[in-house]
């Protein structure tokens, strides 16, 4: 029995690493969904975690790593973001077993991931003899050349492709300047998502998940108003610098309440006993829609008044 506990770690952990590869895998060879792929990273990473302990879970995280970073050729800005999805996985998976809130559970992950990618870039940056504001600026840029090849490619207009060759200067200065409320925005999205999925899969095969309650209740705290109040302020300032703090404090509230207006669709899908395929297909309108988006964003941060929920409604005894 004891002899068989070794073998049968051996085969799960070299199961998590072979389901995470294969994900990762169609990430970069389906240029146009393997970037939705690849916020299914975390997945078998927290799964594993989760099935096999801290120890195990740390062999799935440190030899899928190795892999991922052998694949794209060596440290990079490009393996930085493949393995910090790694890190959210494992962070999550953490997380879980200390039966913190659902908000702690998150933000303490997304903490986790920014703080590896700083102390990366850091040593990255100093391992080049440059700043960290250089590696990203010229990662932006290459980024963007790389996606103006595409577009040629994908047979873009020509009248697009001259329109954003000519503004690349001025989209990497934004982008660089907004990279920050895009790394935590992102971050929070991914951690979500994977905690959403995370508790079907645990429940499922009768492994641990805190009792977070209905998620689709889920609600932001009411003090953050005054966050994207005092964001949409700052724009105001004549000041440069004040308005770049101002605009990733929007973008990261925007995030906050587009997860929680998506909590308002659910509740009244579940509520309405939508059938699952039409909930997929709202989703995806969701997702893909700009306009639509911004809907569910309004709707979340309007909840914080009109409670479309009736959350703070307290239930009527009958009999």
């Known amino acids: ?27 970069l060879n389906l240029p146009l969904i393997g970037f939705f792929l690849a916020v299914f990273i975390p997945l078998p990473v927290l799964f594993y975690r989760a099935k096999l ?34 890190v959210l996985g494992f962070a999550i998976g953490e997380m ?19 703080g590896t990618s700083s102390a990366f870039l850091l040593l990255y940056g100093l391992s080049l003899q440059v700043g960290i504001s ?58 979500w998502v994977n905690l959403l999925m995370a508790r079907s899969v645990l429940l499922s095969r009768d492994l641990f998940f805190p009792d977070f309650g209905p998620l689709n209740r889920w609600k932001v705290p009411e003090v953050l108003v005054w966050g994207v109040i005092a ?34 669709v659910s509740f009244f899908f579940e509520k309405k006993q939508f059938p699952r395929f039409l909930r997929s297909t709202i989703y995806v309108f969701i997702f893909i829609q700009q306009i ?12 914080t008044w009109l409670d479309f929920r009736r959350l703070s409604t307290p239930p009527q005894n009958s009999e």
């Open 1 to 27: 029995m004891t002899s068989a506990l070794p073998q049968k770690a051996s085969r799960d952990i070299a199961a998590g690493i072979a389901v995470t590869l294969i994900i990762f895998a169609l990430t």
């Open 53 to 86: 302990g801290r120890r195990n879970g740390t062999w799935v995280l440190g030899l899928t790593s190795v892999a991922m970073t052998a694949i794209i050729g060596g440290l990079s800005l490009d393996a930085l973001f493949y393995l910090e999805l790694l």
């Open 96 to 114: 879980l077993f200390m039966r913190l809130s659902v908000e702690r559970t998150v933000l303490y992950a997304v903490a986790v991931v920014l």
């Open 134 to 191: 250089t590696v990203i600026s010229d990662y932006v840029l290459k980024s963007l050349k790389l996606t103006l090849a595409i577009y040629e490619k994908m047979g873009i207009s020509q009248d697009a492709i001259r329109l954003m060759s000519d503004s690349m200067e001025q989209i990497q200065y934004v982008l660089v300047r907004i990279l920050p409320a895009l790394a935590v925005g992102s971050t929070l999205f991914v951690a």
């Open 231 to 264: 964001s949409a302020l700052l724009l105001l300032f004549p000041s440069r610098a004040m308005k770049v703090i101002g605009l990733n404090g929007l973008i990261v509230f925007m995030v906050v309440y587009f997860l929680e207006g998506i909590a308002i």
């Open 292 to 303: 639509i988006c911004l809907l569910v964003i309004g709707l979340g941060f309007f909840d």
